[in-house]
Every structure is written in structure tokens, then in C-alpha cells.
């Protein structure tokens, strides 16, 4: 997949802090209605900066080609500056604790307050004379104003330490970047031409596909059912868990056990054909044609 460097480096959260002023609201007990102002109104709250994060130079706001369009991807290197990331935009910057459990996330319909600064440049460059009123008429189409944004981390992947896969320390955690951004990606990509199209495990898996094809340049059923914590006998601890129902979970050893036995059909299914020249084809086809029916 083609993509582009947005920004990179220390820079990127202050480039993203343009789009998205609430950047500037660091977490704390009382500093909501700061946040509600920057992220609904695009007040910059005065004085402020951006020190709560730390920045790396492995930082990188990348837009990544899809079938379904492009997708912006933020990669934050430092695990403290994801949480934070976390907490100012999905939390309004309340100071509550993030689950280590999380490595990413999509938010979607943020208010892109880049976009209407353009927006407006462009209106009073061609001679409009009341940018009020056209900000008004502009808001009211749906989806103007507004980005998808998808957060990655670093680390490994599904908390997978390295010596359970075929990589290197250093290597496993380039390899789980890639696969991380691009599991996220499938998401979007099925969410965008499949919005009905919802089956829990069945995206989770089909997405651990589209991510090791993407990184790897093959699809290892093995590694796919180590990230699920899946085996033919059953459940043997791993994602899979936070994917069920109530009713599912009583029976998570059956369930293990039919996710595993797809798991080795996708593989017998890519190795049958050249998946790596179109992974995010492959993955609609694997969604079209669901082997799992939840």
C-alpha cells in the first residue's frame, strides 16, 4: 500500500494541534470546559502548549491509500504520549487510566478546525464578504468539517513477545507497527464499503490478515491464532475474549476452536492465490464470504 508522510518527528502532534486545538488541553480534573471550547469551537485555550507530550522523532501522521480512500494513521513511539493522545481526545481530557491493553484506536467525525480555516481562506480570497452565514450553510452538510483519525502505538503486537514469532526483538517491533496499522486500516476500509457488514471475530480476524499481509508479505496462521489466543483444542488466553458476548463466553473453547480451523482455511485460501500484490482485496472477499458467523 502507497502512503505519504504527513508530518514526523517531534513536530507531528504540533502540525495535528492546528486541526485539532483540544491538543493543547492537557488532562487534568477541571480542564473539561477548556477542551469543549477548543475542540467545538476552535478556541485555543491562552497560554497554552503542548509539553504534556513528549515527543519522539519516530513520531509520524501518515496517510495511507485504500481502496476505500485515504486513511490518516498517527504513530506515537512513546506509550505516555498515546495514553495522553487517548485521554485529551477520546476522554474530553479527563485524567482517567488507559487499559495497556489498547495499542489502537479510531476516532471518527472529529471537528477538523484545519479544514475551516481553508475553508474560510478560500471564501474571503474569491470575495465572500460574510463568512458567518457560510460557515453555517457549509457546517449543515453532513461530514463537512469533519476527519477520521486512526492512533497507533508502539509495541508488540497483541502483546505478543517477540520470542513467540519468527522476528527479532527490534524486528518484531517494526513488523508489529505495520501489522498494527494496517489491521486498523481494514476497519476503516470494511466500515466505508461494508457498513452493515459487522461480525465481531470475523473483522478481527479478517483484519489480522489484511495487517500480516500487508507487513509480512504472507498470512501465518499460526501467528493469527497466537495474537486471538486460539488453538484446535480451544482458548488458550488472548484477544479473543474481548470480542464475545455473554453468551459466547460460556462457550469460548468451542468458539477458539472454529476461529482456529478459519484461520487455516484463510491460509490454504492465500497461499492459493497472489494475495500480497491486493491484500485489502483479498479482505473483502473474505467478508463477502464470511467463514465465521459471529
Request: glycine fraction near 10%; charged fraction near 25%.
Amino acid at each position: 500500500m502507497q502512503s505519504r508522510a504527513i508530518a514526523k518527528g517531534t513536530d507531528t502532534i504540533q502540525t495535528l494541534a492546528r486541526r485539532l486545538p483540544q491538543l493543547y488541553v492537557a488532562p487534568a480534573d477541571g480542564a473539561q470546559e477548556l477542551h469543549r471550547a477548543a475542540a467545538g469551537r476552535g478556541i485555543v485555550p491562552p497560554g497554552a502548549d503542548l509539553s504534556h507530550f513528549a515527543g519522539s522523532e519516530e513520531d509520524e501522521l501518515r496517510e495511507v491509500d485504500t481502496p476505500a480512500g485515504p486513511v490518516e494513521v498517527l504513530f506515537l513511539a512513546r506509550r505516555a504520549d498515546f495514553e495522553t493522545f487517548l485521554r485529551v481526545v477520546g476522554h474530553r481530557s479527563e485524567p482517567v487510566p488507559i487499559a495497556r491493553t489498547i495499542g489502537a484506536i479510531t476516532y471518527r467525525g472529529l471537528a477538523d478546525w484545519g479544514k475551516v480555516a481553508a475553508a474560510r481562506e478560500g471564501y474571503l480570497s474569491s470575495g465572500g464578504a460574510d463568512w458567518p452565514a457560510e460557515f453555517a450553510r457549509l457546517a449543515r452538510v453532513p461530514g463537512a468539517f469533519r476527519t477520521e483519525l486512526v492512533v497507533i502505538s508502539q509495541g508488540p503486537y497483541s502483546g505478543v513477545p517477540a520470542a513467540e514469532t519468527p522476528f527479532g526483538e527490534d524486528e518484531w517491533l517494526r513488523v508489529s507497527r505495520e501489522v498494527r496499522l494496517h489491521h486498523e486500516c481494514a476497519h476503516v476500509v470494511c466500515r466505508r464499503i461494508m457498513p452493515d457488514d459487522i461480525l465481531p471475530v470475523w473483522d478481527e480476524v479478517t483484519a489480522d490478515v489484511c495487517g500480516l499481509l500487508c507487513a509480512c508479505g504472507s498470512y501465518d496462521a499460526g501467528l493469527a491464532c497466537r495474537f486471538l489466543g486460539v488453538c484446535e483444542m480451544g482458548y488458550v488466553g488472548g484477544r479473543l475474549a474481548e470480542y464475545l458476548d455473554e453468551g459466547q463466553l460460556a462457550t469460548i473453547d468451542k468458539v477458539a476452536a472454529e476461529v482456529h480451523a478459519a484461520a487455516l482455511s484463510v491460509e490454504e485460501m492465500a497461499r492459493a492465490c497472489d494475495v500480497r500484490s491486493d491484500p485489502f482485496g483479498f479482505l473483502l472477499d473474505l467478508k463477502r464470504e464470511p467463514l465465521l458467523a459471529y
